[in-house]
């Protein structure tokens, strides 16, 4: 079965709190632009990424706001900051990296936080059936090309109202020659 | 079987014409560290790269000198350059991309030249026999790990002397959260 792909630059996931020391109190994003998952967005927000070692900008806030803070790399971005954050699932930040997210009006270090999102497709029970998928926690998929493979340990997320879509970080899209928009195909 | 994997970052390789403009005439390079290729090094030189769009510095060179002068990058890389190389073998640079090369002493432009380096393993004829690779001019190598997979289109570089390894570019290396040293299999 195909799936289209979608190429997930670096970006950052804000809770209320944070929102409000980075950009003010009661301020509200602003959407730049509908994602494919219903609901969520790019907003017109950047933040910029700090550590000791060094610094990443115009990191792009995706909206809605959600109950945790976290801050999705790539390990190319990863050298540039001096971190090693583990391979993760949204939401699970627990021994996850520490980083500084500054904003306009004010800074935030996360102690937790930081990771490299786990390679992931979007898709809803109704997908599940039709794909026999049922059990499946992960598959591989297939990228064909000039530099293609098979990439293993895509999660399958499961939620209502899904768009199908495989969701790969920038470092697995340029190591394949993957632009967004291309399709995969699951085995 | 199994193969160690060597990964390469961005860099430079100059014919004797091109060292003498951007170092000066009759300049030397000089070894910084072996290379694990026999008689290869990486010297204590570096240039800028600039195209219209970027910049990227301190790109090493790699001797000894060559018959032609090659610019290998990363697709990432060539997002920061504006450029679209093809992938390439060493050394086959035709309708490749153009680059200014930056020395201290003097630029070079080449029209021709900048590539994505082909996946390549790095054996000899007496790895070929051993392995029973006769006839094959490429293979897939599976990766492990939580970034795991298989890469394809990885050719067999076959020359005397070979110490045998598999050579990947950044992109290939931190999409598979891959550390120079690592091991893959080829399959």
Do not use: W
């Amino acid at each position: 079965m195909k799936v289209t792909i979608g190429v997930s630059n670096r970006h950052v996931h804000l809770k209320r709190e944070h929102l409000n020391i980075l950009f003010g109190k009661d301020f509200e994003l602003e959407i730049k632009k509908e994602l494919t998952q219903p609901g969520q967005y790019a907003s017109t927000s950047v933040v910029t990424l700090k550590t000791g070692k060094g610094i990443i900008e115009n990191v792009r806030i995706l909206g809605p706001l959600r109950d945790y803070t976290q801050v999705e790399i790539s390990r190319t971005d990863s050298y540039k900051l001096g971190l090693n954050p583990p391979v993760r699932n949204s939401g699970d930040l627990e021994l996850s990296e520490s980083v500084t997210i500054i904003g306009p009006n004010g800074e935030v270090t996360v102690k937790e936080g930081c990771i490299i999102a786990t390679r992931h497709i979007h898709l809803s029970e109704e997908h599940i059936k039709k794909y026999k998928l049922q059990g499946r926690e992960t598959v591989s998929v297939r990228i064909k090309g000039e530099k293609g493979g098979i990439l293993d340990n895509v999660y399958l997320k499961v939620l209502p109202n899904s768009f199908l879509e495989l969701h790969l970080d920038t470092d697995d899209a340029n190591a394949h020659l993957i632009k967004n928009g291309d399709i995969a195909e699951i085995i």
